[in-house]
């Protein structure tokens, strides 16, 4: 039975453990030899752009054997009016694992329940639970456990702050969310992740939730496809910054995270992420072992 990764909340606290460790194994040279999905084949297809996702599963998949077609929705019939539902029929005939970036989180969906072969969400309005994995492993690595840890993330309720929401669900976090009135993350997702183990408060005073975090997130104020409303977005976040004065407020071995592309001088400043307590880097290197832990759990 395939499986798909639409959302965080797929996986059980005991799958998402189970990957982070493995990650964690891999990126210190585990089966560093070892080829086990030599004639595989990943479909990915990207309506918006990336860096970090498509080059981490182009990358992952060929280490272990396997290989990347990517596609622009332009390159393909779906450009010209095919259905989602007939393309994912027919491309799961010939694909082990298809990867897909969108606007609608429906579209992964309409896509997941088509296809015989695994669907996994490369970012769509939604959710972004690739990046979480990531997360998760990165401050497994550097606090040394996730249950418990104080996650404050400052900025648009978008689809990575619903994404760390189901991840304090399962592992256990306690998360708190600084927005402004508006922004808030998804409700629905809310409602559903506060079933789960941690604790998540929706907050306004980003120096409040700053003052209580062993983390500090954050992410761009103007997702994909938001361009729209850029500039009343960068009027309504600017007390949102994630600076030098908001970490003063904050512990002193707080650690920063962005998942990146930053917008540097909007939500975080040269000075943060650039400096000593900044982790993005190790956040964004963790991509790729965390994409090769999912693969070898999702492609048979
Ligand atoms: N963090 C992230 O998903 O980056 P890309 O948009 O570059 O893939
Ligand atoms: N929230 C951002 C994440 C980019 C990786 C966006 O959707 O553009």
């Known amino acids: 039975m395939k499986r798909d ?6 996986f059980t606290s005991e799958e998402i453990s189970s990957i982070v460790e493995r990650a964690i194994a891999l990126k210190a040279g585990a089966d560093a030899n070892k080829c086990p999905l030599i004639g595989k084949s990943l479909w990915l297809l990207f309506e918006k752009p990336s860096t970090r996702t498509r080059i981490s599963f182009e990358v992952g998949i060929y280490q272990l054997g396997g290989q990347s077609i990517y596609m622009k929705p332009s390159e393909i019939q779906i450009g010209r009016g095919e259905s989602t539902a007939d393309t994912a029929r027919v491309l799961s005939r010939y694909l082990d694992g298809i990867i897909i970036r969108t606007f609608e989180h429906t579209k992964l969906e309409e896509f997941a329940a088509n296809s015989d072969v695994p669907v996994i969400n490369g970012l769509s309005d939604l959710h972004h639970p690739c990046q979480v994995l990531a997360d998760l492993m990165t ?16 900025g648009d309720g978008n689809n990575v702050a619903n994404s760390l929401m189901e991840a304090a669900g399962r592992m256990g976090l306690l998360l708190n969310i600084a927005c402004p009135e508006g922004y808030e993350p998804d409700l629905d997702i809310l409602e559903e992740a506060r079933n789960g183990k941690g604790e998540i408060i929706i ?22 496809g938001q361009e729209d409303s850029a500039e009343k977005k960068k009027r309504k976040f600017s007390a949102y910054q994630v600076n030098s004065s908001l970490l003063a407020c904050a512990k002193k071995d707080v650690m920063v995270m962005h998942c990146l592309p930053a917008h540097r001088g909007e939500e975080i400043t040269d000075e943060v992420i650039d400096g000593p307590q900044s982790v993005v880097f190790d956040q964004a290197e963790n991509r790729l072992h965390t994409q090769k832990a999912l693969l070898e759990i999702l492609i048979k």
């Not at 990764?5 to 797929?10: I, Y």
């Not at 401050?139 to 400052?154: C, D, M, P, Q, S």
């Open 5 to 10: 990764f639409l959302r965080l909340w797929d």
């Open 139 to 154: 401050i497994k690595e550097k606090k040394g456990k996730l249950e418990g840890i104080k996650v404050a993330y400052i």
């Open 203 to 224: 907050l306004r005073d980003p120096k409040e939730a700053a003052g209580r975090a062993d983390v500090i997130y954050t992410d761009v104020w103007v997702s994909m």
